[in-house]
């Protein structure tokens, strides 16, 4: 699996913080966007077992539909808890969430 730019969020992340450099004293975890955007993360069973409930119901039926766990996260504090839990694992100390606010004319 790769973790690059095109990556799922979560993965990312993770790939990010165990990228920032142990010895440097620059601890900043960029994130996409303003960071305070939400997110709905499933796992792939839950998405799966969703799909099969719906296809059950009706099979010949076609419908657009939307599966989530109904519990939202800001990229920020996604990047935050993904740090806390990498900082103790991995001696980072005050790992820095750095929102990369993009504006579009």
Not at 75 to 103: F, T
Request: net charge positive; with cysteine.
């Amino acid at each position: 699996m790769t973790c690059d730019n095109s990556s799922q969020v979560i993965a990312a992340l993770i790939r990010k913080v165990l990228l920032i450099n142990k010895t440097s004293s620059y601890k900043g975890l960029s994130v996409w966007g303003s960071g305070i955007q939400y997110r709905d993360f499933l796992f792939i069973e839950d998405a799966i077992r969703g799909i099969l409930d719906v296809y059950q119901q009706n099979p010949s039926e076609t419908r657009i539909i939307q599966l989530g766990s109904g519990q939202g996260i800001s990229m920020n504090n996604l990047a935050k808890c993904i740090g806390k839990i990498h900082s103790k694992r991995y001696d980072l100390e005050n790992i820095q969430i750095v929102s990369n606010i993009v504006y579009l004319s």
